[in-house]
């Protein structure tokens, strides 16, 4: 399974970006997916999954703000990310596995939200 994800950059806080990571290869072995970050300094956390194409939890830091969805016939998820704080700054990582999403892993993307 290959992930890979576009969609990063640069915006100013309060703003919004939609990341997407397109899924190739052995995809049906895949049922959960999902969104890590990683700070600089910090652990890799995650911020949003889903199984079996519902989703499954959010982190607390990101409820309300964020959405994940899942497009089956393009075989991509996204995370669309409204009212950034300079805390969301971090490469977001695409993952996806069988129970949980952790198997397979994107390359990542920066994102950073100026203050």
């Known amino acids: 399974v290959q992930l890979v994800e576009s969609g990063g950059g640069l915006v100013p806080a309060g703003g919004s970006l939609r990341l997407s990571c397109a899924a190739s290869g052995s995809i049906f072995s895949i049922n959960a997916l999902g969104w890590y970050r990683q700070a600089p300094g910090k652990q890799r956390e995650l911020v949003a999954a889903m199984t079996g194409g519902r989703v499954t939890n959010y982190a607390d830091s990101v409820k309300g703000r964020f959405t994940i969805s899942r497009d089956n016939g393009k075989n991509t998820i996204s995370l669309q990310m409204n009212s950034l704080k300079p805390e969301d700054t971090a490469v977001y990582y695409c993952?996806?596995?069988?129970?949980?999403?952790?198997?397979?892993w994107g390359q990542g993307t920066q994102v950073t939200v100026s203050s």
């Open positions: 993952a996806a596995g069988l129970r949980r999403p952790g198997t397979y």
